[in-house]
């Protein structure tokens, strides 16, 4: 059996979600897509329990300062790749914060959420504390690493159940 | 309290146990359930009561049918109903079409409209595309194919105009954006549909966010390059067709019935769709439905150099051909020259039309001239070339004229004609009645101005004309002095005799009475009046002779030519001999040339 599922990925603007996933998903358009259309689609097969599950991973441009996320493309999302870069504390409470708009709109879905750069642990903003807390609070935050590809697989997996109804 | 369980109610049911043997225990039934039995017989009566039910029926139907509604898609309230709703639109129409025909009327107005201007929109793209092909090289290449085709110049143009393929479609769905389902056409290298699906999906998204469009407009058409993809939103799926070249406007209302189709059949499979695609696997038969009927072989033109051998041997076989008709020209030039000196010819024309292989050859001919297909068939030329316009007349070269004479008389077998400047020269021997029919008809042949038969001999003249120049070359000799027959020349009294009876028997044929002279000459010694008595003796003599020999009387006549008429010279006693003699020569009949 295969399922299809749109999952968008978050975050606010260089927290490295495209270099995050970029070695792990196939891709045929280019990064420019992302700037000019503000999104990039890219395809990514997972296999849940004798079941493939085609991950259709919508890469939207981060929101900043100068452009708000695009709802729309959010629509039908089936799960979240929220991501945090681990050395900037702002990005992840932009995360949070972007999380919960969508939480609160028509298309609220599963979310995984990823702090990346953990090769740069030493710099990090983001503390120990700080994840425990979210811990408490229900969240199961993926320390990850574009550099050494840390917790990606397992943040595709974890997603992919999800969107099926399983626990990650 | 009363109670209700008499015979008299019918519905009140009856339990003989009970009530024949304890009635304290119905009694205390009674206590017991009395107000559920009656609540009961309340329920059982407005179950039976028609019109309550009605009623109750009435009251929960809309909200029935809304349930039925909303649980999707639900074929059997539709095919239950649809029945009865068709058969009561038929009735009411057929009663009176014009409360259907007001019902319909806001909606109908609108739908023609749009129909009418997309089929407007429709024929000005054809007539401008055919506009443009019209004075390019490309339109003259057109029209030489219709001409050759024998089909219109805008249905050629149309053909050519409307080529195109659809080469890959793609079924996506709206909420999500992911692949429910791609066909492509055969030989089509395709890129990933998945990802080209979700791009596509993402571009309507692109597209109404940045002209603020409002939710219902979508990116109808995008052109990349020779590709066009034509976009049919539907509200719960969007179909994708990737066109190469330009489709027809009719196509799109295709696309547009197939979505359509594809909402009905699968509507609720799209409102439930959680990323299992395989459910719209049957889907493939509609897309491929929609894509197979649409498409068009894609007309490649001819590759250059064959166009350009083509153009060198079309030229080549111009200009070979050219040659042959010139070499051709100058045979039949050098024909129609041979004509004009041809007897009873008269060429007035001579041409050969442009790209035509035909000669024409206008002027007049006599019919006694010769055949000019055997004519043209000397000269090595095709007869099947020659368009010969030729007037009848009669001409009056002597070659001609002797033939019609000839056709027109029929003359027997012996008999010679001939013209010269125009007079009719007959000989030979023919029977009185044709000599007549000739007399009488000769000079009425065209070009025949007289008639010259004294060469004409009627049946056996010609026995009489050589028996006669038997008879006048024959000769009876004397001795000098004498007018008795000689012994020796007895055999030629005979002979003479013989000449005279055929001859006469050949003008009793004739119809003629003969007459012969028998002439005496004398030698030139003695008196001429000796000698004149001596030639009538001797003549004389010679007819006696012949009478005795059996000829009949009076047909001979002697005369005496004395020597004034000699043979010989008298240099000679031998010259003189041949002067004693008797001639012969015949009077009647004159028929024949003397000779």
């Not at chain 1, 968008?8 to 420019?32: A, D, H, N, P, W």
């Not at chain 2, 009656?38 to 009605?54: C, N, W």
Request: hydrophobic share 40%; charged share 25%; net charge negative.
């Amino acid at each position: 059996m295969e399922y299809k599922k749109k999952i968008c990925m978050l975050g606010s603007f260089s927290v490295g979600k495209t270099s995050l996933v970029r070695r792990y998903v196939q891709s045929i358009f280019e990064e420019k897509y992302l700037t000019t259309v503000g999104v990039k689609i890219d395809k990514k097969t997972v296999r849940v329990d004798g079941d493939d599950v085609l991950i259709m991973l919508w890469d939207i441009y981060g929101e900043d300062d100068f452009q708000k996320l695009r709802m729309n493309f959010l629509r039908g999302a089936s799960g979240y790749l929220l991501v945090a870069d681990g050395t900037r504390r702002a990005t992840l409470d932009k995360a949070l914060e972007l999380n919960e708009r969508v939480q609160a709109g028509p298309d609220a879905a599963p979310v995984v959420l990823v702090v990346n750069k953990v090769d740069l642990a030493p710099d990090w903003e983001v503390t120990g504390e700080l994840l425990d807390e979210l811990r408490t609070k229900g969240w199961q935050p993926l320390k990850s690493s574009a550099k050494t590809g840390e917790s990606v697989e397992d943040a595709f997996l974890a997603l992919a159940r999800m969107t099926l109804g399983k626990k990650p | 309290m009363p109670d209700s369980a008499t015979p008299d109610n019918p519905r009140r049911p009856r339990n003989p146990s009970v009530e024949g043997a304890e009635p304290e225990l119905a009694e205390l039934r009674d206590i017991l359930f009395h107000a559920e039995r009656d609540e009961l017989l309340a329920l059982r009566e407005r179950v039976h009561d028609f019109g309550q039910r009605s009623h109750d029926v009435a009251e929960v139907l809309p909200e029935a049918v809304r349930l039925r509604g909303e649980e999707g898609v639900d074929e059997q309230l539709t095919e239950a109903l649809r029945p009865t709703v068709e058969r009561t639109l038929k009735e009411s129409v057929e009663r009176d079409p014009q409360i259907v025909a007001e019902a319909l009327f806001p909606a109908m107005g609108p739908s023609i409209r749009r129909a009418i201007s997309e089929y407007f929109k429709a024929l000005v793209q054809s007539f401008d595309q055919a506009m443009q092909h019209s004075f390019s090289i490309q339109g003259i290449r057109w029209r030489i194919e219709a001409m050759r085709t024998g089909k219109s110049f805008s249905e050629v143009a149309l053909l050519h105009s409307l080529v195109y393929r659809v080469e890959q479609i793609f079924l996506f769905h709206r909420q999500t954006g992911l692949l429910l389902r791609r066909v492509v056409a055969p030989e089509v290298a395709a890129m990933d549909a998945d990802m080209m699906a979700g791009m596509m999906a993402a571009l309507q998204d692109y597209a109404r966010d940045s002209f603020h469009a409002a939710k219902s407009d979508a990116l109808e058409e995008f052109a990349v390059g020779e590709f066009n993809c034509w976009v049919e939103q539907g509200p719960k799926a969007v179909l994708v067709a990737v066109i190469r070249g330009q489709a027809p406007q009719a196509y799109r209302l295709k696309l547009r019935e197939v979505t359509e189709r594809v909402h009905a059949v699968f509507g609720k499979r799209l409102d439930e769709f959680s990323g299992d695609a395989s459910v719209f696997d049957p889907a493939e038969d509609l897309l491929i439905e929609s894509f197979a009927s649409q498409r068009r072989e894609h007309a490649m033109p001819p590759p250059r150099p064959y166009f350009t051998y083509s153009l060198a041997t079309v030229v080549l076989l111009f200009v070979g051909w050219q040659a042959y008709l010139g070499y051709e020209d100058w045979r039949w030039g050098r024909f129609v020259d041979m004509l004009r000196e041809e007897p009873g010819y008269t060429i007035t024309s001579f041409h050969r039309g442009w790209f035509s292989r035909y000669y024409e050859i206008g002027g007049m001919r006599d019919p006694q001239s010769t055949d000019p297909i055997s004519l043209l068939q000397k000269e090595g030329l095709d007869p099947t070339l020659a368009d010969l316009q030729l007037g009848r007349y009669y001409a009056l070269d002597d070659v001609l004229v002797a033939k019609r004479a000839a056709a027109l008389l029929a003359p027997p077998a012996g008999v010679r004609m001939t013209v010269e400047s125009g007079v009719l020269r007959v000989r030979g021997e023919a029977p009185a009645d044709w000599i007549r029919d000739l007399e009488s008809k000769a000079t009425l042949i065209a070009g025949v101005k007289r008639v010259d038969t004294t060469g004409l001999l009627l049946p056996g003249q010609s026995d009489f004309v050589k028996a006669r120049g038997d008879l006048a070359a024959a000769r009876l000799q004397f001795n000098e002095g004498s007018a008795e027959i000689r012994q020796d020349q007895r055999a030629a009294v005979e002979n003479v005799a013989a000449l005279l009876k055929t001859l006469d028997h050949l003008a009793q044929e004739m119809g003629d009475e003969l007459s012969v002279e028998a002439v005496g000459h004398t030698d030139s010694t003695g008196p001429d009046a000796a000698n004149q008595r001596l030639g009538l003796y001797r003549a004389t003599r010679t007819v006696q002779a012949l009478e005795r020999s059996g000829l009949r009387a009076a047909i001979v006549h002697p005369r005496s030519a004395g020597s004034s008429e000699p043979l010989a010279g008298e240099g000679s006693e031998s010259e003189r001999q041949i002067n004693r003699c008797v001639t012969f020569r015949v009077l009647r009949p004159q028929a024949g040339a003397q000779p």
